[in-house]
């Protein structure tokens, strides 16, 4: 079964607007971690966000805010005032438990477009 | 400047040879990672390192060989027996298994 499900393939948004990025993920690990990078068409990596499973509020960084929402077993990555250099994929991930590296699952991935 | 450092960016081989991959890092992380990604498709975890000397098989190991001798380093070799090797590789590392993992540049590899 799939452990990180992004929904959306390709997404479009207008430069300067607000998109959000859905993720869903499943464990039955009380204990987990959540991360959204980002892939612009270089490749690189780029580590945008983190949220800890038993964090109270929900992360943000500059442009970037994860919206949490731990009984659905979701955390949407919110990206306000869109910029051009914001068209990449966007991948979410989630590490489980405490102990091993092995358990860093990443999901499909989200286009994502901004159009000026 | 800390970072972490793959190298080459292109890499063309024969089908038939083995193929070492460069990774290196100066964060002073202890875990270490390598994926693969492939067209269209997320990243699945090859091989991943928590300490000097310690190496783990990820979902997809089968064809590939890690060593970690140093703090700094963890190449990753291809070798003949990986069916389908033509893929991008990502390096990463954290400073434990459980913070954010940090990537290098990548590496395409095409094998014909």
């Known amino acids: 079964a799939q452990k990180i499900t992004q929904t959306q393939p390709g997404m479009f948004v207008q430069e300067k607007e607000a998109v959000t990025l859905d993720c869903t993920y499943d464990?039955?690990?009380?204990?987990?971690?959540l991360f959204w990078y980002k892939q612009p068409s270089s490749g690189e990596m780029i580590f945008l966000i983190y949220q800890g499973s038993y964090d109270q509020q929900n992360a943000t960084e500059g442009r970037y805010s994860l919206n949490f929402q731990k009984a659905r077993k979701s955390a949407n990555l919110v990206i306000s005032a869109s910029q051009l250099g914001d068209s990449a994929m966007y991948f979410c991930a989630m590490r489980e438990g405490a102990n091993y590296g092995q358990n860093f699952v990443f999901g499909p991935g989200t286009r994502l477009s901004v159009l000026p | 400047d800390g970072g972490i450092t793959q190298s080459p960016k292109y890499l063309f081989r024969k089908e038939g040879q083995n193929v070492t991959l460069s990774c290196e890092q100066n964060l002073n992380h202890d875990a270490m990672y390598w994926y693969r990604q492939d067209p269209g498709q997320g990243l699945r975890l090859i091989y991943y390192s928590q300490i000097v000397n310690d190496f783990q098989k990820g979902d997809i190991a089968e064809g590939y060989s890690v060593s970690r001798e140093k703090k700094e380093s963890f190449p990753l070799t291809v070798t003949s027996a990986q069916k389908n090797p033509t893929a991008f590789y990502l390096c990463?590392?954290?400073?434990?298994?459980?913070?954010?993992?940090?990537f290098g540049p990548g590496t395409r590899l095409t094998v014909t």
């Open positions: 990463a590392s954290s400073i434990t298994v459980l913070g954010e993992q940090y």
């Open positions: 464990t039955s690990d009380p204990s987990y971690g």
